[in-house]
């Protein structure tokens, strides 16, 4: 395969994958902003369930329900690791994406 040709697949390649690298990377800016909101929404939830836990007539015993809570926050925590991992290298990978895009197009149309 001469250079031409090697060059014409390499970009068509990169056409093919930008627009799903932009779409995944919406999609796990979307995941963490809804783990963030569920973090929220559970740190709420905690200090709730620590007042009843704390006044002397709680009719239920909470301490089982704490614990599950502090659990989930723990998975969350760890899944919003991973999606910002996961996150980072789609950046990283996008950011080459569009270099190689940028340096294919000046090779195939030089400035005039």
Same mark, same amino acid.
């Given at each position: 395969?001469?250079? +031409? ?6 970009t068509?390649? @990169? &056409?093919?994958? #930008? =627009?799903?690298?932009?779409?995944? !990377? &919406? ?9 963030? /909101?569920?973090?929220?929404?559970? !740190?709420?939830?905690? /200090? ?6 704390? &006044? #002397? !007539?709680? $009719?239920? &015993? ?5 614990? #599950? ?6 998975? @969350?925590?760890?899944? +919003?690791?991973?999606?910002? +991992? %996961?996150?980072?290298?789609l ?10 895009? %940028?340096?294919?197009?000046t090779? @195939? !149309? $030089? =400035?005039?």
């Amino acid at each position: 395969m001469n250079t +031409n040709s090697r060059d014409m697949m390499a970009t068509g390649m @990169i &056409e093919v994958l #930008k =627009p799903v690298v932009e779409e995944v !990377d &919406e999609r796990v800016r979307l995941v963490r902003e809804s783990q963030f /909101e569920l973090r929220q929404q559970i !740190d709420e939830l905690d /200090e709730v369930l620590k007042r009843l836990s704390q &006044e #002397k !007539d709680s $009719p239920i &015993e909470l301490d089982g329900y704490m614990k #599950k809570l502090a659990r989930s926050k723990m998975k @969350i925590s760890v899944i +919003n690791n991973i999606v910002h +991992n %996961a996150q980072e290298r789609l950046g990283r990978l996008h950011t080459q994406i569009s270099k190689e895009t %940028a340096k294919r197009k000046t090779s @195939i !149309d $030089p =400035p005039s």
